[in-house]
């Protein structure tokens, strides 16, 4: 478990800082302070001309702040030239601006080629990074206008990424693709950043996939203005504004159902006994759940559903809840599966539903009520419903 007395590790650190641009009426960022944990993914949400992108571009330079201070690990960005300052931040625009005369391979080395790596490896880290963003080997002799925009945003990753840099800049980067790819694409940043751990600043207007890929939002308005500062699920179980409240959407409480999973609420046993019970106690179980079916467990595993009829005939023959007839759970669910998967699943099914693990293993039950109490309490963030 954390000390949770411990500091945070920062790695981007913004203090004061402002950005005028001339013949603006007001400034595009005014006195923003703001701290970037590292290995974490962090989204600048808002509309726009709010200074998000304006935010992005002064953290490497792009863009020269007006005023204050930029550290990334401690160290003032204005403390070296600019060219040195981007070569260790990786940066995928939206548009991913690969050089079209260049292939693929050559698009990857851009920085380890400017930073004079002997071509070995160069070239040891163009096939490391082909893997780890998911693209064919075959493709690293062609050119960015035969690849697919999907396979063209992965190659841009995989350029920020050569020089192993300890932070990614992304504005945008999905914003071109279908959202059939951009889903996609969103997933596998999420698992990238299992493998790499990044700090990584993510910038969006789109709420759905700061919810989705940031472990922290900062939600801003125009001027650079941070409204709140929260992990998805705080932005959307208790806004701090009406702007935030307006701006995330009145469905914020069906959007908690694909940010949480199962495993975060509080199980309980549920109509389900061990095989080895006494039929009192199996009859207790369906008399305090009040349903018609009962679950079994062999040795902790999950061995499936029987109607209460036949646990009543059993018991009139002399038999045992072994010799019962069962059927596979049809209203089951793994721990990682989300709230919202759950809901649709209890709604479907029109009962309780059975959490069970990769392993077999029952958990408990969740209902209806279980996932309503726990979004409209604390509960959600204490439980731990693991098996």
Not at 102 to 131: D, Y
Not at 336 to 364: F, K, Q, R, W
């Amino acid at each position: 478990m954390p000390d949770p007395t411990s500091q945070p590790d920062i790695a981007i650190r913004l203090t004061g800082v402002t950005k005028e641009f001339d013949g603006a009426a007001s400034a595009a960022v005014d006195d923003l302070s703001l701290d970037i944990e590292s290995g974490t993914i962090m989204a600048l949400l808002g509309p726009s001309g709010c200074g998000k992108t304006t935010t992005l571009r002064m953290i490497n330079r792009l863009i020269e702040p007006t005023a204050g201070m930029i550290e990334i690990n401690g160290v003032d960005v204005m403390s070296q030239s600019a060219q040195e300052l981007r070569r260790g931040i990786g940066y995928v625009i939206q548009q991913v601006g690969l050089f079209p005369h260049r292939t693929i391979a050559s698009n990857i080395a851009t920085v380890p080629t400017m930073l004079g790596w002997e071509k070995s490896r160069s070239s040891a880290r163009v096939e490391e990074l082909i893997a780890l963003v998911g693209l064919d080997h075959e493709l690293l002799n062609r050119y960015p206008d035969e690849l697919s925009g999907g396979q063209q945003q992965r190659v841009g990753v995989a350029r920020a990424l050569a020089a192993d840099p300890p932070v990614l800049l992304m504005d945008e980067p999905f914003g071109a693709v279908d959202p059939i790819v951009r889903g996609r694409l969103q997933e596998e940043l999420l698992d990238l950043q299992t493998k790499v751990s990044k700090t990584i600043v993510l910038v969006t207007h789109d709420v759905d996939e700061a919810l989705r890929v940031a472990d922290t939002i900062a939600l801003m308005n125009v001027g650079g203005v941070v409204e709140q500062l929260a992990t998805p699920d705080e932005l959307m179980r208790a806004p701090a504004n009406d702007f935030v409240k307006s701006f995330v959407g009145e469905d914020r409480g069906l959007r908690r159902l694909a940010l949480n999973t199962v495993s975060a609420l509080r199980f309980h046993q549920g109509p389900v006994v061990d095989v080895a019970a006494a039929f009192d106690d199996a009859e207790r179980a369906i008399s305090t759940e009040g349903t018609d079916w009962l679950g079994i467990t062999i040795d902790g595993r999950f061995a499936g559903w029987t109607r209460v009829n036949d646990v009543s005939a059993a018991r009139t023959n002399g038999t045992t809840l072994a010799d019962v007839q069962r059927f596979d759970p049809i209203a089951q669910i793994e721990p990682s599966s989300t709230l919202h998967a759950a809901m649709e699943l209890i709604m479907s099914s029109n009962s309780s539903v059975a959490v069970i693990n990769d392993s077999g293993n029952y958990g408990g039950v969740v209902t209806l009520e279980d996932i309503r109490r726990a979004l409209s309490s604390a509960d959600i963030e204490t439980a731990d419903g693991t098996i």
